[in-house]
């Protein structure tokens, strides 16, 4: 099945209690998906078209007040009309599963395939000092798995989770092992797992109030040291990569998503020249993993990142590196997707020249 398609799946069979969301390609077939499998007559999950994106990110802001396991999908400028909502719902510590299948830009830009939207995502594309944990899956099964691994994070930290892939991985179709079937939380289950959620006053406690509205500067600043310590035993515990032949390389690639699975081949065909290249894929673009880089940066000549974008992760291996080597950057834009040949051509003028 497609990407888009299994993330659909994997929802209903993990026990999602809503998904809110709006049409955009190249991300549909989620919506499309969970309105043809009618899972309110099976699970009871909630799947609502919105009247926009910016009514879908409240309505998540909302369930998830609850305590609910609620989600929703968009595509670059859809996201791009979420970034209110993903401040509140960061500022309120509240658990949800957002995904952005990327498309070219800026602008309504074209259906094809980018991740031109990095920036945005792993920088804080809203307003305030928050960040969001973000996957980058590399392929359908991943699609799949990291809705699970997704909510487990939300829930585990309380904080909004972002998995970010793009129209490649979300349109193309692959073998995928689905999840089990989970039913989903009895409210009971909720009020113990989420002992603030508005799901309405008990007896032995007071009102439950969210709120992301601080008038007094010094309790704001309170606000914001919880939440930095927070972001801080997150990079220190979740940070997620794969490291690809990189037990003897002169050059490394380090690349997410589709770009991964396109410099996996173009460092087979570099080899095939005697070219010795390994691959960082950063499986959670944030927190980033910048040590694993930073140490691979002293056994290597060179550090090309791949990405289909002007340059955006390029600015975070070179933070992670420090100086220690050449970092340059291959890219193509507005949806066009790069060869592995020219993965390899960038290598050589860039790097080894």
Known sequence: MKGNEAVAHAAIRLGVDGYFGYPITPQSEILETLMAEAPWKTTGMVVLQAESETASINMVYGGAGCGKAVMTSSSSPGLSLMQEGLSYLAAGSLPCLVINVMRGGPGLGTIQPSQSDYFQTVKGGGHGDYKMVTLAPASVQEMSDFVGLGFELAFKHSTPVMILTDGVIGQMMEKVKLPEFRRRRTEEEIRKQCPWATLGKTPDRKPNIITTLELDAHAMERININLQE?????????????????????????????????????????????????????????????????????????????????????????????????????????????????????????LIK
Not at 265 to 288: D, F, N, S
Not at 299 to 309: D, Q, R, S, Y
Not at 319 to 332: D, I, T, W, Y
């Open 230 to 350: 927070k972001y801080r035993k997150i990079e220190e515990s979740e940070i997620r990569y794969q490291e690809i032949d990189c037990d003897d390389m002169d050059y490394l690639i380090v690349a997410f998503g589709s770009a991964a699975r396109i410099s996996q081949k173009a460092a087979e065909l570099a080899k095939a020249e005697g070219i010795k290249v390994g691959i960082i894929r950063p499986i959670t673009l944030w927190p980033y993993p910048s040590d694993i880089i930073n140490q691979y940066a002293s056994k290597v000549k060179g550090i090309l990142t791949v990405e289909f974008n002007a340059g955006q992760m390029v600015e975070d291996v070179r933070l992670a590196v420090n100086g220690k080597v050449p970092v340059e950057h291959f890219g193509r834009l507005g949806g066009i997707i790069p060869t592995p040949f020219e993965v390899v051509s960038a290598l050589k003028q860039k």
